[in-house]
């Protein structure tokens, strides 16, 4: 991709429900076009293991934002030198948790933590600075609303929850936990969508403007390649 004629860096800003294949897309698409990839939802899943961590219940939401501001956040890639795959690491004061953030007693925590306004407006501030002077590719669910507002590419992707339930359930499996059922699965991703959408700090919205994009009929693949071709024609 020619950016010669860019004379700032480029962000793009992609939104959008669990499961609806933002991670993998976008992590896809930086590596190819040399990004930094930033999940913000793996930074509010650190968030609820603070929380865990240190005892706190989530009626303290002053103590966990306040432990939140004071961890040091990391992510980065990780190449495995036999099968050349690469996975995104998230360290958390130092430590790897990139397994813990993804334990179902953390997928339980996350909605509640994530619907913090302190929390919120902490994490925001650490994803802002992460952006700075840097070509990024950053997920989550208020990017283009409220941290990279400026956003040069905005997109909202989603898909049915159907499709979006066999695929998180795929990653349970994949993860060893095969006892939970599908409509287990279905449940929590409604009442994660319950949530997201209708919290009162930076709800889950398409903003105007954003492209929507529905990967429910499209492979990851074809979704990934389909938004290049996007920012190839806008840097025409």
């Given at each position: ?12 800003a ?5 499961a ?10 930086a590596q ?11 930074m509010?899943?650190c ?11 989530m ?21 495995n030198l036999?099968t ?30 994530a619907?913090?306004?302190?929390v919120?407006a902490?994490?925001?501030?650490k ?8 070509d ?22 989603t ?5 979006r ?11 060893g936990?095969?006892m939970i ?14 949530m997201?959408l209708?919290?009162?700090s ?9 492209w ?16 290049a071709?996007?920012l ?5």
């Amino acid at each position: 991709m020619d950016k010669t004629q860019l004379t700032k860096p480029l962000h793009i800003a992609i939104d959008g429900p669990v499961a609806a294949g933002k991670g993998t897309i976008a992590k896809r698409l930086a590596q190819e076009l040399g990004f930094l990839y930033v999940d913000t939802g793996a930074m509010y899943r650190c968030s609820a293991v603070i929380a865990l961590e240190n005892n706190l219940s989530m009626e303290e939401e002053e103590r966990i934002a306040g432990a939140t501001d004071e961890a040091d956040i990391e992510m980065y890639d990780r190449r495995n030198l036999e099968t050349g795959e690469i996975t995104t690491v998230v360290e958390l004061n130092g430590a790897d948790v990139t397994e813990r953030i993804r334990l179902r007693e953390i997928d339980r925590l996350v909605p509640k933590v994530a619907a913090m306004a302190k929390v919120r407006a902490v994490l925001v501030k650490k994803q802002q600075k992460i952006a700075v002077g840097k070509d990024v590719i950053m997920e989550g669910r208020d990017i283009s609303s409220v941290v990279l507002p400026n956003a040069d590419l905005k997109i909202f992707l989603t898909a049915d929850v159907e499709e979006r339930t066999r695929r998180r359930l795929l990653q349970y499996r994949e993860r060893g936990n095969g006892m939970i059922s599908y409509e287990e699965v279905k449940a929590e991703l409604e009442s994660r969508d319950e949530m997201d959408l209708n919290r009162k700090s930076d709800p889950l919205r398409q903003v105007t403007g954003a492209w929507l994009l529905d990967t429910t009929n499209i492979g990851i693949e074809e979704a990934a390649q389909m938004i290049a071709v996007k920012l190839k024609s806008m840097l025409k």
